[in-house]
Nanobody, 114 residues
Framework: VQLQASGGGSVQPGGSLRLSCVAS????????IQWYRQAPGKEREGVSC????????YYAESVKGRFTVSGDKVKNAVNLQMNNLSPEDTAVYYC????????WGQGTQVTVSS
C-alpha cells in the first residue's frame, strides 16, 4: 500500500504546477487523501485534502483560491493543481492518507523563485 507524489519542479512566481499522487496496492475510492508540504526548517503541514468517498475538499488558508485538489478514479490518483505560486510555496510535497500512514515516500520538490 503506497502513495507516490510526482510533478514537482521549478517555476517563477506566478507560475503553475500540477502534482499527482498515484496509489498502488489499494483503491482510493473510500479514502481521504491529504497533500502535505514541508519547507526547509519547518514542520510538515497539511495543504489540501479530498475525501474520495463524498468529494469533500479542504484547503489551508494559505493556498485557498490558488490550489485545487481533485480525484482521478481512472488513474487511481489525486491531483493538486497549483496556480499563482509564490516563493512561500517552496517545499517538498507529499501525499498520504488522512490520518497519515507511516509511509511518506520521497515526495516531490516544488521550488518557486525568480
Amino acid at each position: 500500500v503506497q502513495l507516490q507524489a510526482s510533478g514537482g519542479g521549478s517555476v517563477q512566481p506566478g507560475g503553475s504546477l500540477r502534482l499527482s499522487c498515484v496509489a498502488s496496492g489499494f483503491a482510493l475510492d473510500y479514502y481521504a487523501i491529504q497533500w502535505y508540504r514541508q519547507a526547509p526548517g519547518k514542520e510538515r503541514e497539511g495543504v489540501s485534502c479530498i475525501n474520495n468517498s463524498d468529494g469533500g475538499t479542504y484547503y489551508a488558508e494559505s493556498v485557498k483560491g490558488r490550489f485545487t485538489v481533485s480525484g482521478d478514479k481512472v488513474k487511481n490518483a489525486v491531483n493538486l493543481q497549483m496556480n499563482n505560486l509564490s516563493p512561500e510555496d517552496t517545499a517538498v510535497y507529499y501525499c498520504n492518507t488522512l490520518p497519515p500512514t507511516d509511509y511518506w515516500g520521497q515526495g516531490t520538490q516544488v521550488t518557486v523563485s525568480s
